[in-house]
């Protein structure tokens, strides 16, 4: 009798590649940075249920793709997909990969889209801060100062839309945050558990691999 779920997991499994010092993701800047430290100090295996979780966004993101694409949707262009985004700031390059650019008709402006998600939007009143800096990261170097952040639902494609304003402040922090990371990592000092000193950012810890570190201030 065939096993499936071996076979996904089997599908899904991939070799543990240690991140680089020196090399950020955007969407690492609204992250713990004691995770964020961690998380290339002590490099771990993406766990079987993390990997399905990603996986799944991945092909919501194709279905939104098809929908922002369609004839069905006059209103909108989708202009450009998995957009390239590669930004080098002295000894440090963040990179990584903008969703989605569109072109609302209505007012023939351009838009940088993020899509995220979620398994329900019961609580999702708000775009997370760490999403918002991400995409403040992307509108002020590729100069487009509209953006929108999409949360899709996994098991009803219910959504929720949030437009967010170019913040030149939040892109500064969203940069300063990788540049701190960079610093800590390259004199080896342990920032502060920021996630667990912030009401709005401890719901990380419950996810996060490296909780004992953590507590022991490893």
Known sequence: MINFDTLISNYLKKELRPKQIGKYFPSETGSCLRKLYYSYKIPREINQELSKIFEMGNLL???????LNSSKNPDIQLIDTEVPF???LNDIII???IDNIVKLNINEKLYLVEIKST??????????????L???????F?????????YLEKNSLKSKTFEVNYDEEQAKLAIDRLVKTHSNLTTN??????AKLDE???WQCKFCDYQDECENNV
């Open 86 to 88: 590669k930004l080098e």
């Open 142 to 150: 590729k100069k487009i100062h509209n953006g929108l952040i999409i």
């Open 119 to 132: 398994s329900s939007l019961q609580y999702t009143e708000k775009p997370s801060l760490s999403h918002i």
């Open 134 to 140: 991400q995409l403040q990261l992307y509108m002020h």
């Open 200 to 202: 709005e950012l401890i």
């Open 61 to 67: 993101h194709d279905f939104v793709n098809k929908v």
């Open 189 to 194: 000092v342990l920032p502060e558990p920021e």
């Open 95 to 97: 990179s990584g990969r």
